[in-house]
T-cell receptor, first 112, second 115 residues
Framework: GEDVEQSLFLSVREGDSSVINCTYT??????LYWYKQEPGAGLQLLTY?????DMKQDQRLTVLLNKKDKHLSLRIADTQTGDSAIYFC????????????FGQGTTLQVKP | DAGVIQSPRHEVTEMGQEVTLRCKPI?????LFWYRQTMMRGLELLIY????????DSGMPEDRFSAKMPNASFSTLKIQPSEPRDSAVYFC?????????????FGPGTRLTVT
């Protein structure tokens, strides 16, 4: 079945690196995504990775994909207080209808 | 583009009343999604449409919930009668295409409180 799991909470100090982890179940997912939700707002796409890639870097963000273990991680370097938000991992549904399967979200708290 | 537009942004109603939430997707997008977010259950997909046609409504909680998409630029989610456990933030999202990396664009949400 389709299922995405994340830890619920992560707290770091400003300037440290944050690593948010996610596991998924469907090995046929073509793309895996990270969305960010700031307080009082909808979700916004942060980054994505194609399933045939191991790593993708975008400025302070690094996405690592381990297909064998079905594990996805998001690393935020030099975490800032503005990075405080809920981060959702998502996989594309294999039925190719455009549906995304979201995890339950990880709340990142950045302490000054 | 103004992005996905949802109305109202906040709705407070009494148990038993009918509630209608509205969504205008981004022009040119052909997929539309309704989600519900609560602390207890997280983000749940309720229903989604491709080219105005409902594809999967298995996430709709019960018959009190209904959704329509009469044209490419408008969708409604109706709850009748509403109950306190329906209190949540309801998001609408739209997307261009059904394959590839096309991003889902979320609206700001409607915060529904049923007393």
């Amino acid at each position: 079945g389709e299922d995405v799991e994340q830890s619920l909470f992560l707290s770091v100090r400003e300037g440290d690196s944050s690593v948010i982890n996610c596991t998924y179940t469907d090995s046929s997912s073509t793309y895996l995504y990270w969305y960010k939700q700031e307080p009082g707002a909808g979700l916004q796409l942060l980054t994505y990775i194609f399933s045939n890639m191991d790593m993708k870097q975008d400025q302070r963000l690094t996405v690592l994909l381990n297909k064998k273990d079905k594990h996805l991680s998001l690393r935020i370097a030099d975490t800032q207080t503005g990075d405080s938000a809920i981060y959702f991992c998502a996989e594309s549904s294999p039925s190719n209808t455009g549906k995304l399967i979201f995890g339950q979200g990880t709340t990142l708290q950045v302490k000054p | 583009d103004a992005g996905v537009i949802q109305s109202p942004r906040h709705e407070v109603t009494e148990m038993g009343q009918e509630v209608t939430l509205r969504c205008k997707p981004i022009s040119g997008h052909n997929s539309l999604f309704w989600y519900r977010q609560t602390m207890m259950r997280g983000l749940e997909l309720l229903i989604y449409f491709n080219n105005n046609v409902p594809i999967d409504d298995s996430g709709m909680p019960e018959d009190r919930f209904s959704a329509k998409m009469p044209n490419a630029s408008f969708s409604t989610l109706k709850i009748q009668p509403s109950e306190p456990r329906d209190s949540a933030v309801y998001f609408c999202a739209s997307r261009h295409g059904t394959s590839g990396v096309y991003e889902q664009y979320f609206g700001p949400g409607t915060r529904l409180t049923v007393t």
